[in-house]
């Protein structure tokens, strides 16, 4: 079982910055590759950004591409995402996820990541 819980999720005016984290807990951290994932208001669940075990294969989603960065550290048991440049339609719940496969290609289907955090709320102003 992992535990992971989100944090630095806000209200931000358009072309700011945040910096969200995943700390988890449970089993080794570095046995799983991580993901962020988003919901909007009326919206399905879409995946944003994915790393593998141990941070050198990183993947994102065209709408987030060149403006968001993910990174883990394996020794403080965290993933995180950077964004810049952010914009109204980025606002939603964030949510990380843990998936047990190993995998050097990324993982963008959420059926594919076995235990979610509770997520938190990114708002971005126009």
């Known amino acids: 079982q992992v535990q992971l819980v989100e944090s630095g999720g806000g209200l931000v005016q358009a072309g700011g910055s945040l910096r969200l984290s995943c700390a988890a807990s449970?089993?080794?951290?570095?046995?799983?590759?991580m993901g962020w994932f988003r919901q909007a208001p009326g919206k399905e669940r879409e995946f944003v950004a994915d790393?593998?075990?141990?941070?050198?294969?990183?993947n994102y989603a065209d709408s987030v591409k060149g403006r968001f960065t993910i990174s883990r550290d394996n020794a403080r048991n965290t993933l995180y995402l950077e964004m810049n440049s952010l914009k109204p339609e980025d606002t939603a719940v964030y949510y990380c996820?843990?998936?047990?496969?190993?995998?050097?290609?990324?993982?963008?289907?959420?059926?594919?990541?076995?235990?979610w955090g509770q997520g938190t709320q990114v708002t971005v102003s126009s």
């Open positions: 996820a843990a998936s047990g496969r190993f995998s050097l290609a990324p993982i963008s289907g959420i059926e594919k990541y076995d235990y």
């Open positions: 449970g089993r080794t951290f570095s046995n799983y590759h």
């Open positions: 790393i593998n075990w141990s941070g050198g294969n990183t």
